[in-house]
Nanobody, 118 residues
Framework: QVQLVESGGGLVQPGGSLRLSCAAS????????MSWVRQAPGKGLEWVSD????????YYADSVKGRFTISRDNAKNTLYLQMNSLKPEDTAVYYC???????????WGQGTQVTVSS
């Protein structure tokens, strides 16, 4: 079955960096668009970034553009999110999501907590 396991979250000070990873299994990772989606405390889901199956097309939400970098290693079945210049408003649970169709979200990981605070 499809499994997406996020890791790398934690507590970081404003201006710091974190790198999230998502280990995928149970499907052909290289065939799917992948996304990062986050949910801040008491708020709805917010799409963060997309990467095409071959890494050729990448998109970011305006709120993270220039600070976050999405990447993937299809040989390792792993998705990454490098987060730099973190702000308190980046505090959220970050989910790795397998894409479905044109822009849709299919399978979700369990999420990893990122807390940006001094």
């Amino acid at each position: 079955q499809v499994q997406l396991v996020e890791s790398g979250g934690g507590l970081v000070q404003p201006g710091g960096s974190l790198r999230l990873s998502c280990a995928a299994s149970g499907f052909t990772f290289s065939s799917y668009r992948m996304s990062w989606v986050r949910q801040a405390p008491g708020k709805g889901l917010e799409w963060v970034s997309d990467i095409a199956n071959d890494g050729g097309r990448i998109y970011y939400a305006d709120s993270v553009k220039g600070r976050f970098t999405i990447s993937r290693d299809n040989a390792k079945n792993t998705l990454y999110l490098q987060m730099n210049s973190l702000k308190p408003e980046d505090t959220a649970v970050y989910y790795c999501v397998r894409g479905i169709g044109a822009g849709g979200f299919g399978s979700w990981g369990q999420g990893t907590q990122v807390t940006v605070s001094s």
